[in-house]
């Protein structure tokens, strides 16, 4: 087993991404499927999501987000910037779904966009295409699947957290050791 | 689908700790196995763990941590300290093995530790018996119980969040918007 020589940053490699974009929907399902509503609906207080919420959230990215916005990009360059990404859908989208509901259409909507993606046939020419952020400016289609990956990555640390948490109290003086409920 | 009145906190329900145990390998393996070595090293630098040093963690906290001190508790309470956690006892452990085997030794570890739980069946009394830690004084068995949960939410996190860094440089401008990436 080699270790690359910088351990901290890895250039973007589009079948590394492909590997790890693959792997979220299972991970959620191993992690989430059948748990008590109770975890899956628990949040961090105010307007923070819950398991269900991110799950949501998952799926309106794979309906309007990474693929729709690569396809921007390959069509219209920077000419047109993407639409702007409603980060709130999911409260409406999801009312009255259940959690089992959401996790298999966000694997289903996952694939077929990896396969699209993968259609694509992607160059380095075409990685390094521009497009225009409604609110960042100038983007590569790179930087875009690289946020694509980043993101899933982001909400499964959210997922954990919002579940560790609900533990606060019962964890008593270990709390000053875990640093995921003391940050 | 009805949410608890209070979203930010769950009272300790052994079955429920139990129902989010069960679930960290099956977790971790969908997250992990057969990801390119480059990224199952990767860190953040200096002495922070790769997600394969984390497995080696997991693997010791099987071994030595809950199980053992939850039997300490049991037979002895508070008049017997826990014995230290090496932290880093998984860096001669884990040498020369795969992620792979370490996937495989954990899955099969926490199968038979959460066997092992069930079959004390323990009583809200149980809970309630105290324990002492090396360094955090005296301590619950409850809180053991509740702290084992947390640590695998926060390790599952921890691998998250060290993935997700790899590609700091490759998101570009969204670096503002991912949370996991900026903190």
Chains 1, 2 share one sequence.
């Not at 729709?68 to 069509?75: C, D, M, N, S, V």
Request: hydrophobic letters at 45%.
């Amino acid at each position: 087993m080699t270790a690359p020589v910088d351990r901290t940053r890895r250039p973007f490699v589009i079948e590394e991404a492909i590997a790890i974009l693959a792997r979220t929907p299972s991970t959620l399902d191993a992690l989430l499927r059948g748990l008590p509503v109770s975890w899956t609906l628990a949040h961090e207080g105010g307007e923070t999501w819950s398991a269900f919420d991110v799950m949501g959230h998952f799926i309106h990215g794979e309906q309007v987000d990474w693929i729709p916005r690569a396809k921007i990009i390959l069509t219209h360059g920077d000419a047109r910037a993407f639409d702007r990404f409603d980060r709130l859908a999911q409260f409406t989208a999801s009312a009255g779904r259940t959690l089992h509901n959401l996790l298999d259409d966000f694997a289903k909507l996952r694939e077929a966009n990896l396969r699209e993606l993968g259609s694509l046939n992607l160059t380095n020419a075409d990685l390094d295409r521009l497009g225009r952020h409604p609110e960042l400016g100038v983007v590569t289609l790179r930087q875009l699947l690289a946020t694509w990956v980043t993101h899933d990555l982001d909400h499964i640390m959210q997922i954990s957290r919002v579940l560790a948490r609900q533990y606060w109290d019962e964890v008593g003086p270990w709390r000053a050791y875990l640093r995921i409920i003391s940050e």
